[in-house]
Nanobody
Framework: QVQLVESGGGLVQPGGSLRLSCTASSMIFSANAMGWFRQAPGKEREFVAEISWPDGNIYYTDSVKGRFTISRENAKNTVHLQMNSLKPEDTAVYYC????????????WGQGTQVTVSS
């Protein structure tokens, strides 16, 4: 079983920045992709960004391109999401996800961290 622990959420003013982190706590970590989703009140959970390996592919949803950057620390089983130029519409609970391909048995989620963008 893999546990994902997120950190870095909080309250920030529009135009500000936050850095989210997600660490997988497992001695054997067999994921080949980690990413972030978010869910705003009254809305469905949506994809934000993902990084996969060993190919190094990175994907972003259109609304965050140029503002968010996803990165990975291999040795620490950690993925980061640097969020710049934040907007009120970025307000949501952000969830980390780790998966191995499309295997339903290897698809783990974190508990979520709140990001609020407000003046």
């Amino acid at each position: 079983q893999v546990q994902l622990v997120e950190s870095g959420g909080g309250l920030v003013q529009p135009g500000g920045s936050l850095r989210l982190s997600c660490t997988a706590s497992s001695m054997i970590f067999s994921a080949n992709a980690m990413g972030w989703f978010r869910q705003a009140p009254g809305k469905e959970r949506e994809f934000v960004a993902e990084i996969s390996w060993p190919d190094g592919n990175i994907y972003y949803t259109d609304s965050v391109k140029g503002r968010f950057t996803i990165s990975r620390e291999n040795a620490k089983n950690t993925v980061h999401l640097q969020m710049n130029s934040l907007k009120p519409e970025d307000t949501a609970v952000y969830y980390c996800r780790a998966r191995r391909g499309a295997l339903p048995s290897y698809d783990f989620w974190g508990q979520g961290t709140q990001v609020t963008v407000s003046s």
